[in-house]
């Protein structure tokens, strides 16, 4: 290791998190080095460069709330951007605001170790550098760690491979080609209509079908906008104080307690809004009642039959043997309908399982088939996989042996044991159940209040304490058990990854509840956190 550099902060990650906390702790006055592993700004819309990447949160809403002026000169052309739209107002931002000149690109960040003497941690680049900072702030997504799953036979395959979230960035051409595409989540259900539309022919290789919604996509509104940007304020105290950080009143009506006709008449009117919560926020007893949840489920499913001329691969399509939402829900823009095409054929692997990934293609227990091209749209080793690659030495162990059986950690934010250390979206957060740009404002300005904070007392360290560590983890764990996501194989519950600890990874308890504790936390000296 070389090098001899010393500041008050490393921040680690250029996408919405790093850019803003980067943007407030300088302003504070203190010295700032990013690091970046790709060569730009724009994380997740950095790297997530597939065709039919795009968001599922409105972007009037998807985007920064603390700089009006960009707010309100800033123009969507859709209701849904799509990523390159997303990736330029990342720029614009970093532009604006000279955010670039504190990031160093092309460097990850390997490894951090707490130097108890110094109190301060030394921190190792991929460029062999090492660096000092007091603080070290984790922006580094937390859908970032892809996930390729072990195939066996995969080294032996000579066709091109591909995984969504390291898409490359000159794009890639399947004009022509026999394609393959593994995995039906939010990316697989982006990518599949657009390779469908180029490809030769396209076999999607499903595990588990998906409730998946029309997004009803279209051009941006004007007289929307208008009333969006006229009202900021409003607006923007009502993401902050809702459940997932959208300007979505909670519902108030439980579905059982409704006649039917009138339910239905509801989930087609939802149905039309394409919106990622509206059937499951129709009312307020989806998420923890199966018996409600099994009636919007089956409302989905008779639109999805509806979709798809062909009836078997219809019920294949049709999502079975989990609660409606409790895998993340996704919109799309002609997903079923892309079965209907000739070139397009649905591989359901849990009646016909892959065996191998041959020289030429895909081998499963009833057919071999060759592709010149796969497509993992296989996810992320979700929340903890991004943190856990870098190798983090607390004061008494490594983050990966303490997070052995799962993660544990006080207001996702900081883990006891590692002094000076904020995970922003980190495992406990509501961030990834949430409109992720609000729930990533909340997080970066609480860490810059308590620097604030400290730097006014002369304090060097800040450390959760053990005890409101538990609590909170403990806490996370109940608030999710009085739902229906806990029974699910997801990401969420860290299902999707081999080996994984089965724990629910974020804080289900919504943004409003997640940010009226937090406040009461600094409110109250900083309660839960040791500061010395
Ligand atoms: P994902 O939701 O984890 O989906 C991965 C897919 O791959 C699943 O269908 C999974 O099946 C399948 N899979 C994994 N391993 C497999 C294997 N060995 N064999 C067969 N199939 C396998 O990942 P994602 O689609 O990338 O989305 C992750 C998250 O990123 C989303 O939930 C969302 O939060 C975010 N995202 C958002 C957007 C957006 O805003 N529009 C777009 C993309 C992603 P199982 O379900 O059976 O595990």
């Avoid at 795009?54 to 849904?80: G, P």
């Avoid at 495992?427 to 609000?438: A, C, D, E, M, T």
Wanted: hydrophobic share 40%; charged share 20%; aromatic share 10%.
């Amino acid at each position: 290791m070389t090098g001899n550099n010393s500041v008050d902060v490393v921040v680690v990650g250029a996408g919405f998190s790093g850019l803003y906390a980067v943007h407030l702790l300088r302003e504070q006055g203190l010295t700032i080095q990013g690091f970046e592993a790709g060569a730009d700004v724009g994380g997740t819309w950095y790297w997530n460069r597939y065709p039919g990447a795009r968001c599922d949160i409105e972007s009037l809403y998807y985007c920064y709330s603390w700089d009006e002026e960009l707010a309100r000169e800033w123009e969507w052309t859709e209701r849904y951007a799509a990523q390159p739209e997303i990736l330029a107002y990342a720029n614009r931002v970093a532009d604006k605001h000279d955010l670039r000149s504190s990031f160093i690109f092309n460097t990850r960040v390997e490894a951090a170790e707490w130097d108890d003497q110094a109190q301060q941690w030394t921190v190792r680049t991929s460029d062999g550098q090492t660096w000092s900072a007091r603080f070290v702030v984790l922006g580094v997504g937390a859908l970032s760690a892809a996930n390729i799953p072990d195939l066996p036979g995969l080294a032996n395959y000579t066709g091109q491979i591909y995984h969504t979230g390291q898409w490359p960035h000159e794009g890639v051409d399947f004009t022509g080609l026999r394609v393959a595409v593994i995995g039906t989540g939010s990316s697989g259900i982006q990518v599949i209509p657009k390779v469908a539309e180029q490809a030769a022919s396209m076999t999607v290789f499903q595990r588990t079908a998906n409730f998946t919604m029309p997004a009803h996509n279209t051009p941006a509104d004007p007289e929307l906008r208008a009333e969006v940007v006229e009202d900021w304020a409003g607006v923007r105290q009502r993401m902050r104080t809702s459940s997932y950080g959208l300007d979505v009143q909670p519902p108030t009506e439980s579905l059982l307690e409704v006649p039917a006709e009138e339910a239905r008449a509801t989930f087609d009117r939802k149905w039309q809004e394409g919106a990622l919560t509206a059937i499951l926020q129709a009312y307020n007893d989806i998420v923890r009642n199966p018996e409600a949840n099994d009636i919007a489920a089956d409302y989905v499913r008779d639109r999805i039959r509806e979709m798809v001329h062909d009836p078997q691969v219809a019920e294949d399509l049709v999502p079975s043997g989990y609660h409606f939402g409790t895998k993340r829900p996704c919109l799309d823009t002609n997903y079923f309908d892309t079965y209907n095409r000739e070139n397009v054929e649905l591989v359901n692997v849990r009646r016909d399982p892959i065996v191998e990934v041959t020289a030429a293609g895909i081998r499963t227990e009833q057919a071999e088939r060759e592709f010149d091209a796969i497509v993992f749209a296989t996810g992320f080793d979700a929340m903890t996989g991004p943190v856990l690659s870098i190798d983090i030495h607390g004061r008494e162990q490594t983050l990966r042996e303490k997070w052995a059986e799962g993660p544990v950690g006080y207001l996702g934010l900081q883990s006891a044991g590692f002094p000076n250390l904020f995970t922003i979206t980190g495992p406990g957060s509501p961030s990834v159940l949430s409109n992720v740009v609000v729930s990533i404002e909340q997080h970066v300005e609480f860490v810059a209040d308590l620097l604030a904070r400290m730097r006014e007392q002369g304090a060097r360290v800040v450390e959760a304490t053990a005890e409101a560590e538990a609590e909170w983890s403990d806490h996370v764990q109940q608030v999710a058990g009085y739902t229906l996501y806990p029974h699910t194989d997801s990401w969420f519950m860290g299902a999707n990854i081999p080996g994984k600890p089965r724990v629910f990874l974020p804080y289900i308890g919504g943004v409003g509840n997640f940010r009226a504790k937090c406040d009461a936390v600094a409110a109250n000296d900083y309660e839960g956190f040791a500061i010395s």
